[in-house]
């Protein structure tokens, strides 16, 4: 069985100023990508592959790319039916590293559980940034309870 998860280290996460940074990357079946222990804009990252998915989720596009910020690194995102997607791990744009199929709803619900993840943990630190208010926004109004697999 394959395991898509997006690793975040909230001991990693530093904010300065606006700027909220931290250990991010994707582990498919033990390999990593961009790299193990890849440090980036989190929560930028996390609205951004939230909005992607809401397009892809409600028929909007068939298929989106999930930047990371710091570096030529993406997922590109193509959903082939209503069960399965495709995931190809892109670097410079053109480069596919690896790809692989995955359930939606799988894939979908490991970022929508990021997302509440983060939004909680900067809750707890008192945090208010823009960034962070349109997480909050994402998690109130796109991310709803049946959404989310325990």
């Known amino acids: 069985m394959n395991k898509f998860k997006i690793q975040i280290d909230n001991n990693s996460i ?3 100023k606006d700027s909220i940074t931290g250990t991010i990357y994707i582990n498919f079946n033990d390999t990593f990508f961009p790299e193990k222990n890849w ?3 989190v929560i930028i990252l996390i609205n951004n592959w939230i909005e992607s998915s809401y397009n892809i989720l409600s028929g909007i596009t068939e298929s989106e790319e999930f930047y990371f910020m710091d570096g030529p690194f993406s997922m590109i995102v193509q959903k082939l ?4 997607c495709i995931v ?3 670097e410079n744009h053109t480069n596919i590293l690896m790809n692989f199929k995955i359930s939606v709803k799988e894939l979908f619900n490991e970022i ?3 997302a509440i993840s983060l939004e909680n943990y900067c ?3 008192g945090w208010e940034t823009e960034d962070i ?5 994402f998690k109130n109004k796109i991310i709803t309870p049946d959404a989310i697999d325990p």
């Open 39 to 41: 440090n980036d804009f």
């Open 123 to 125: 809750k707890k630190q």
């Open 88 to 90: 190809e791990l892109v």
């Open 133 to 137: 208010k349109k997480l909050q926004y």
């Open 112 to 114: 929508f559980k990021k």
């Open 14 to 16: 530093a904010k300065y």
């Open 81 to 84: 039916d209503t069960d399965i």
